[in-house]
Nanobody, 120 residues
Framework: QVQLVESGGGLVQAGGSLRLSCAAS????????MGWHRQAPGKERELVAV???????NYADSVKGRFTISRDFAKRTVYLHMNVLEPEDTAIYYC??????????????WGQGTQVTVSS
């Protein structure tokens, strides 16, 4: 079993900052790409940012220049630093990890989500 636990969400005023964390645990041989997605009310879940094992990053156009994704291999943790937050960033943020198990199986795992609310 693989578990992803997010933390760091909350309520912030427009222009403010938050840092989300996602820690992976369980039967993991290797963590491959890790990333963040979000889902706003009435909208589909969308990719926010992703970081590969090699450190390559990719961002949604709407967050480029404001959000930064990073990871700590030793802690099996991925972070999302969010600056200059806008009300449009309000959503549930989900962590996703591409995991290889000790038995050679590979698949995507999701966290339970953390709410981010930006007030205007």
């Amino acid at each position: 079993q693989v578990q992803l636990v997010e933390s760091g969400g909350g309520l912030v005023q427009a222009g403010g900052s938050l840092r989300l964390s996602c820690a992976a645990s369980g039967t993991i041989f290797s963590l491959n790409a890790m990333g963040w997605h979000r889902q706003a009310p009435g909208k589909e879940r969308e990719l926010v940012a992703v970081i590969t094992r090699g450190g390559t990053t990719n961002y949604a156009d709407s967050v480029k220049g404001r959000f930064t994704i990073s990871r700590d291999f030793a802690k099996r943790t991925v972070y999302l630093h969010m600056n200059v937050l806008e009300p449009e960033d309000t959503a549930i943020y989900y962590c996703k990890a591409d995991v290889t198990t000790p038995w050679g199986r590979r698949g995507d795992f999701w966290g339970q989500g953390t709410q981010v609310t930006v007030s205007s």
